[in-house]
Every structure is written in structure tokens, then in C-alpha cells.
Nanobody, 126 residues
Framework: QVWLLESGGALVKAGASLTLSCVVSGGTFNTYVMGWFRQAPGKEREFVAA?????????YTGDSVKGRFRISRDNSKNTVYLHMNALKPEDTAIYYCAGDSSYSGDYYKEIEYNFWGPGTRVIVSS
């Protein structure tokens, strides 16, 4: 059984920075592609960022956060991070961490991922 647990969500003001963490337990972290998705109230879940396996590491970010958000991983801690800068009220959402043990290349699709955390809430006030 693989468990993911996000942390770091908070209420912040526009322009602030925040880092989310996701700890993975019960699996082989360094073989997983890891992603972050978010879901704002009344909206569908949206791809935010992804990072591939350490052996050939690449990272990707969604268009709405490009240049402001960055994903990283620490394989010694089984943890993936989402570094968020210049936060905007439209970044308000529940942020979910996801893991993929059988990567097929579609890092931006929810269906790609087979492990999910319960989410952490980020609220950005104007």
C-alpha cells in the first residue's frame, strides 16, 4: 500500500510564497513520477506540475502557473515539493499530490496517476 500525505496549505495574501510538501510511504518513491493537481471551488481538477523519475529527471508545469510555481523532489526524504511564488487569488484551491508507478508519458492527465493524497487547502486573499 502506498500512502501520500500533503502538508503546507495555508491562508496567505496575494503575492506571497508558499511551499507544499508531499511525503510518500509504503512504496518505491524513486521509481515514481510525481505530480501536483489542484481543484478550485466549482471547477474541475487541473494539472499543476509534474516531475519524472530521478534517473532521467524532467519537470513540467501547467500554463496557469508557469514561471511562478516549481516542483522538486528529495528522494532521500521520499518527498515532493511544490514551490509557489507570486500567489494570486485564482490559485485558491485544494492541492493534491499524485504518484505514478507505470508512467506512459501523459504527466498532465489525472488518469496517469494511481496514488493520490487527501489534499491540502490553499487560500489566497486579495
Amino acid at each position: 500500500q502506498v500512502w501520500l500525505l500533503e502538508s503546507g496549505g495555508a491562508l496567505v495574501k496575494a503575492g506571497a510564497s508558499l511551499t507544499l510538501s508531499c511525503v510518500v510511504s509504503g512504496g518505491t518513491f524513486n521509481t515514481y513520477v510525481m505530480g501536483w493537481f489542484r481543484q478550485a471551488p466549482g471547477k474541475e481538477r487541473e494539472f499543476v506540475a509534474a516531475i519524472t523519475r530521478p534517473s532521467s529527471e524532467s519537470s513540467y508545469t501547467g500554463d496557469s502557473v508557469k514561471g511562478r510555481f516549481r516542483i522538486s523532489r528529495d528522494n532521500s526524504k521520499n518527498t515532493v515539493y511544490l514551490h509557489m511564488n507570486a500567489l494570486k487569488p485564482e490559485d485558491t484551491a485544494i492541492y493534491y499530490c499524485a504518484g505514478d508507478s507505470s508512467y506512459s508519458g501523459d504527466y498532465y492527465k489525472e488518469i496517469e496517476y494511481n496514488f493520490w493524497g487527501p489534499g491540502t487547502r490553499v487560500i489566497v486573499s486579495s
